[in-house]
Structures are given as C-alpha cells and as structure tokens.
C-alpha cells in the first residue's frame, strides 16, 4: 500500500523486531543480572528464617507440612549453589550443544518459512482457491481471512496483556516495596501468556516472598493479586481481546488439555489459536447448514394459489386448496390445462362473493 517492494518491507519489519528485542536485553541485562545475584544469595536465608519462624508456630499445618516444604526449597537452592562447576559426561555435553544448536536452527526456519510465506501469501492463496467452484471460492477465502485475523487478533492481544500485566505487576511491587520487585513483574508478565493458570502461577513467588516479611504483607500481596486479576477480567481482556477469539471457558480447557497431550508446553500455548481457527470453521459450516435449512422450511405465501384462477390460468395438479362456493351452485370439475372455460366462471364468483363488477378488471 505504500509503495515498498515486499522483500525490503518484510525485512523492515523483522529488523525492528530483531532490534526492540536486542534494546530491550541490552538496557535490562545488567539491571536483570544484577537482581538474580542479590536474589539467589539472599533468598536462601530468607527462606531459613520463613522455616525457623513456622517451625515455632502453634498452627500444626504450618509448624509440620509448611516449614518442612520452606525447608526442602532451601536445601534445593543452597544445593544449587554449592555446585559450582557440575560435571557433566562427554555424551551428555554434544546433547546439550546439539539441542542448543537445533534451537536456534529451528528458530532461524521459522523466520526463513515466514519471510517465504508473506512473499508467497497471495499467490498461494489464488493456487488453492482455483482448484474449486465459484461459491466455494467466496466461502473458502472468507474463512481463510477468518482464521488470519483469529490468530493475528490474539497475539497481538496476548502480547499487550503480557506488557499491560507486567507493568502493573512491577509497579504495584515496587510500592509495595516487595524484594527483588522487577524480578517479580517481569515473572508475572512472562506467565501471563499461560492460558488460564498462567496469571496465579505469576503471583506465587510474590506472596512466598513477601511471607519472609510478615503476614500483613502477604496479606496485602494477595489482594493486589485479585485486584489486577479482576481488572484483566472486566477491562483488560473485553477491551484487548475483544471479538479475538470468543472461546467459551469449557472449550478453553479442553483444547489446553489437548494441546498438553499433543505437545506438551508448547501444545497448550497453541491450542487457543488452533481452537480459534477450528471455531471459525465449525461456525462457517453450521450457519451454512441452518441458511439451508431455513430455505427449505419457507413456507409459501397462503395467497399465491389464487392468482392463477383469478388471472384465468389454472391451478396446479398438486394444490389441494378448493376455492370456496356458494351451496346452490353445482360443484365444479377440476379445471386441467383444457378447460379453459372454467377459469372465467370460478373467477366471476370470486368477484361476485367480494361484491364486485363480475367482470373482471384489467388489474384483476
């Protein structure tokens, strides 16, 4: 539309993608890196003194269960410290490169597919929709648009609502004045695109932690929590997502669980656009079948039959309507496309009944 060639727009676009990402690590590694080690240094003893302080406590579910849980987490963590440099077997370290380097192939096709997909888009497009019919041509490219707009709808809605949770997280910690709080937003922020339990898994290590400082605190932690999540819910969502992908809450569920089945993680991040793509399908068909079924149930209007004998052409065979007569009058014979001269007779008693001219006017 703006009078680019393709090639250089398409690779326009990936360059600024490339580039926001790369500013985006550059002014947050140091900051970022900087807060992993205060946190892994500090955590630990935090969650020490969490343990000491429930190991005391007369509440029996939080002086058994909770501090021997807080008490695995710390042996779990300083454990993890104390291995420095872990050995690991020649087999083990060429899966690891090996895995490591499929990944970022992988990563390198996927934009290389794309970049071929957008060259290639309309071309594609026309070569499939040839092969069918004039009327399947139309309802195939609208479905086709459908799913497009479907997919593209929720990830920019999923990438907004992960900036948008992400944001509020951080600063609501931040005055909260919560440990290790730009950790703890961008944490809610990334399992914010989780389909539906994504959102809770995000404020878990905010509560635990805010637990190391009191109850109160905790306390307050989970009610910032609820609150941001009933703005995502009212606003956020109707407003963001709005007509993206409309699934209702069972069908979210079962296409999640699918996807886990299928894929694992990376089946339930997909299985919302996938699902998206079938609904739009599913509901193409089904208001097909019901325009078709609501054409053959029309029923016809109760005064077609009559404009035949009124304007002297003889009704159809099938009709089993008969024109009402006056009781003197011998019942007529069933006109057939020979007995011309029964029409006009069936057509002066109508008009008589109305009390009209008998003759029948130019409109009759």
């Given at each position: 539309r703006r009078h680019v060639p393709r090639p250089l727009g398409i690779l326009a676009v990936y360059g600024a993608i490339v580039g926001a990402v790369s500013l985006v690590f550059v002014l947050a590694a140091d900051p970022i890196g900087a807060e992993l080690g205060?946190?892994?240094?500090?955590?630990?003893?935090?969650?020490?003194?969490?343990?000491?302080?429930?190991?005391?406590?007369?509440?029996p579910l939080l002086s058994g269960p909770g501090q021997e849980l807080v008490g695995s987490t710390v042996g779990v963590l300083q454990g993890r410290q104390a291995i420095e440099v872990?050995?690991?077997?020649?087999?083990?370290?060429?899966?690891?490169?090996?895995?490591?380097?499929?990944?970022?192939?992988?990563l390198l096709t996927v934009f290389v597919i794309?970049?071929?997909?957008?060259?290639?888009?309309?071309?594609?497009?026309?070569?499939?929709?040839?092969?069918?019919?004039?009327?399947?041509?139309?309802?195939?490219?609208?479905?086709?648009?459908?799913?497009?707009?479907?997919?593209?709808?929720?990830?920019?809605?999923?990438?907004?609502?992960?900036?948008?949770?992400?944001?509020?997280?951080?600063?609501g910690y931040w005055i909260l004045d919560i440990p290790f709080w730009p950790l703890?937003?961008?944490?809610?922020?990334?399992?914010?695109?989780?389909?539906?339990?994504?959102?809770?898994?995000?404020?878990?290590?905010?509560?635990?932690?805010?637990?190391?400082?009191?109850?109160?605190?905790?306390?307050?932690?989970?009610g910032f929590i609820v609150i941001i999540q009933m703005l995502e819910n009212t606003i956020l969502v109707p407003r963001i997502m709005r007509g993206a992908v409309g699934l209702t809450p069972l069908t979210v569920f079962v296409a999640i669980l699918a996807g886990t089945q299928f894929r694992g993680i990376v089946g339930a991040l997909l299985a919302i656009p996938v699902a998206a793509g079938v609904q739009v399908v599913?509901?193409?068909?089904?208001?097909?079948?019901?325009?078709?079924?609501?054409?053959?149930?029309?029923?016809?209007?109760?005064?077609?039959?009559m404009r035949g004998p009124l304007a002297g052409i003889p009704p159809p065979p099938q009709s089993s309507v008969s024109a009402p007569s006056p009781a003197d009058d011998p019942p007529a014979a069933t006109p057939t496309p020979q007995s011309a001269p029964s029409a006009p007779s069936l057509g002066a008693r109508w008009t008589k009944a109305l009390n009209r001219d008998p003759k029948p006017s130019p409109r009759d």
């Amino acid at each position: 539309r703006r009078h680019v060639p393709r090639p250089l727009g398409i690779l326009a676009v990936y360059g600024a993608i490339v580039g926001a990402v790369s500013l985006v690590f550059v002014l947050a590694a140091d900051p970022i890196g900087a807060e992993l080690g205060v946190f892994r240094q500090e955590l630990p003893a935090r969650l020490e003194d969490l343990r000491v302080n429930w190991a005391g406590s007369a509440n029996p579910l939080l002086s058994g269960p909770g501090q021997e849980l807080v008490g695995s987490t710390v042996g779990v963590l300083q454990g993890r410290q104390a291995i420095e440099v872990p050995a690991v077997p020649g087999g083990a370290a060429i899966d690891v490169v090996t895995n490591l380097g499929g990944g970022v192939v992988s990563l390198l096709t996927v934009f290389v597919i794309a970049f071929y997909y957008l060259m290639e888009k309309g071309w594609l497009r026309r070569l499939a929709l040839e092969e069918l019919g004039a009327e399947q041509r139309v309802r195939v490219g609208r479905i086709w648009s459908n799913v497009e707009a479907k997919v593209g709808d929720w990830l920019r809605g999923q990438l907004l609502l992960c900036l948008t949770i992400g944001t509020l997280a951080t600063v609501g910690y931040w005055i909260l004045d919560i440990p290790f709080w730009p950790l703890l937003g961008l944490w809610a922020g990334l399992t914010e695109i989780i389909p539906v339990v994504g959102p809770w898994l995000g404020g878990v290590p905010a509560v635990i932690i805010a637990l190391t400082q009191s109850w109160n605190k905790a306390f307050l932690v989970i009610g910032f929590i609820v609150i941001i999540q009933m703005l995502e819910n009212t606003i956020l969502v109707p407003r963001i997502m709005r007509g993206a992908v409309g699934l209702t809450p069972l069908t979210v569920f079962v296409a999640i669980l699918a996807g886990t089945q299928f894929r694992g993680i990376v089946g339930a991040l997909l299985a919302i656009p996938v699902a998206a793509g079938v609904q739009v399908v599913l509901t193409d068909v089904l208001d097909a079948r019901r325009a078709a079924q609501a054409d053959r149930a029309a029923p016809a209007s109760a005064w077609r039959w009559m404009r035949g004998p009124l304007a002297g052409i003889p009704p159809p065979p099938q009709s089993s309507v008969s024109a009402p007569s006056p009781a003197d009058d011998p019942p007529a014979a069933t006109p057939t496309p020979q007995s011309a001269p029964s029409a006009p007779s069936l057509g002066a008693r109508w008009t008589k009944a109305l009390n009209r001219d008998p003759k029948p006017s130019p409109r009759d």
